[in-house]
């Protein structure tokens, strides 16, 4: 049975400013101390069960050469530039179209480029466990992931608990929940983190687009026939931009049926944001994380990212994120990582685009 | 008659680290918007007084270059480089001995190279009046400044009021006190900051070295004696160190009497930490004093001195000290201003004294 992977790396992360920028999102940083980026760990933890050749990555124009660079063992025919974003639902559709010419029956992981997992092993488990369900029947599979705090930044899988098997049927996915809402999801063992992950057969999330999403089937189907033709190029940048702009989640998932979750234990972390990185990488005494040379006295809890080019001295702060690049330094209260968005719209204002 | 000023220009302030160093410190920085540095500035305001040819600079051979950079208009042979450090009394003595030769009772300012003041009308007039009370006998006199808050970090004067006169007898030079002592100081009327200016006659001066510091009287002889000749740097060289390294406070000014003050209300700030820097200078209406391109949200009672070269972003942070140069940033609670010597003690240990 064919196992297939189909990597999203289009994104504009704005929440690892100044580290990441337009020219180069989060997925394409190394933010662990091994110095891989996130795309390139993406690719090594699937190689257990996917094969490189069947390794697909959905990118843009702007990322094409960082992708090639940073991923030289994927075939070129399986990196698909968008030619404009047009959320998750184009970008599946034409990847399980492509898959589906040649088995129709594959099996498709969809995942994020700019996730961690911890325990790697777990999360293939968890993947195996999801391919044999998506193989019986119809099955459109999420990954779920089991919640360790009332996190209000995520949306919710509210799933029904059955004996005997590990896949649950999914009742609804939740918006992002305000916090006594998390609160309630968390204890009461119902609810899952939607990681935006998900396993079906290729054939399956097609005939379920073709229910659902009738205007994006149809306007796949010239993209799909040029493909691996001279033309192909030239029909995907008419054709692309024509299709929906919608998410899987808000076009299939949230109408179908047959949707299931499994309950992944595997050290997920979206990596949402400067915060990640005490979670994600050891910190010292004081709960401070460091990369880089850094000099401090009655320091704590505190992230700091250095260029590599500078020493960094602190005294007597705490709960900062302190990130420092060529031509740019943050200085953020942890509680105010979400808002580094105010500081890209006054650079926009200034028209500083190069710090973009 | 004459009036001559002699500058202390050899200090190695090390608490506007990074911005000083050891091969630049503080009096040759601008720490103000105009950009004139500390030295600058202290030449320039005495020149309603003194003339160009009047002003001799103390400082040693490690800031020779400097001085000629920044003071092209001061006469060489009125720059002395002390070929070590050795507190202020030899430093006095050899100028006073120098100025003497040349007329005997001309008056002598004595000061400090790195604060700043910012009535220079006030300033020049205060010395007016010390310089005609200086001529009157034989006059020690110290400018008082009039405290405004009860500062520990200052050396204090305890002065007898007596009527019709601006110039007061000095009871006692005391030691920093503690905050409930410098309260009760600030609150008695009957204490001025000791602000390290002095005004005296030369002959004055030498005079009470010669009877409270004998050994420094003879050993400074030999190096007068050399003074225009061809060999008086290599006597220099040898004689100085043979000096005892004393304070005039310690060696003169506790002992002698005569010893006077007038009290000084010109805004006088010794810019003693990076937390001078917003006394001196514009802040916004958050009370911070940005200098360079700061972007900010949420920000308040923050200095921060950039380099000119980066942009630096700031989000819902606090008391906050930031400077950035080309090889170090620092990030320092204002509460830790003066612990910056911990830093410097580090970068000692880890052998990085480019750095220092």
């Keep these: 049975m064919k196992y297939t992977a189909v990597i999203m790396a289009g994104g504009v992360g704005e929440r690892f400013w100044p580290k990441s920028r337009q020219h180069c999102p989060k997925q394409f940083l190394s933010l662990t101390a091994d110095g891989e980026t996130m795309i390139q760990k993406t690719v090594k933890r699937l ?41 998750t639902a184009p970008a599946i559709g ?3 179209s ?54 209000t930044g995520y949306g919710y899988i509210h799933y029904r608990k059955t004996s005997g098997d590990d896949v649950f049927p999914v009742e609804k996915f939740v918006e992002k929940p305000n916090l006594p809402k998390a609160e309630k999801y ?16 290729a054939s399956s999330i097609l005939e379920n687009i073709r229910k659902y999403m009738p205007d994006l089937f149809q306007g796949l189907q010239p993209i799909v026939k040029a493909y691996h033709t001279a033309q192909f190029e030239e029909i995907l940048y008419q054709q692309f931009p024509l299709l929906p702009s919608e998410s899987i989640d808000f076009g299939v998932m949230e109408k179908a049926e047959h949707i299931f979750t499994i309950r992944g234990d595997f050290g997920w972390d979206d990596v949402g944001s400067w915060l990640a990185l005490e979670r994600i990488n050891p910190t010292d005494e004081q709960h401070n994380y460091f990369d880089g040379e850094i000099i401090s006295s009655d320091v704590k809890n505190c992230t700091v990212s250095g260029n590599g080019k500078k020493i960094i001295a602190m005294l007597g702060v705490e ?26 719209a006054q650079l926009k204002e200034n028209q500083r685009f190069e710090l973009l």
Excluded at 319 to 340: G, N, P, S
């Design 94 to 96: 034409l990847a399980a």
């Design 98 to 151: 492509l898959i589906a010419r040649k088995e129709q029956d594959a099996v498709m992981f969809f995942l994020p480029s700019d996730h961690l997992i911890q325990h790697e092993e777990k999360f293939i488990s968890a993947l195996q466990k999801a391919a044999q369900a998506a193989l019986q029947g119809e099955k459109l599979i999420t990954l779920g992931i089991q919640p360790t705090y009332p996190e």
């Design 47 to 87: 190689l257990p069960l996917v094969k490189l050749e069947d390794i697909y990555l959905m990118t843009n124009a702007d990322y094409l050469s960082l992708v090639h660079e940073q991923l030289p063992q994927i075939p070129e025919e399986n990196i698909l530039a968008e030619p404009c974003p047009r959320n």
């Design 186 to 201: 968390l204890h009461s063992g119902e609810y899952l983190w939607n990681s935006g992950m998900f396993i079906w057969k």
């Design 319 to 344: 709960d900062l994120v302190v990130v420092d690049t060529k031509d740019a330094l943050l200085i953020c209260h942890k509680q105010q990582t979400q808002e580094i968005k105010k500081i890209l």
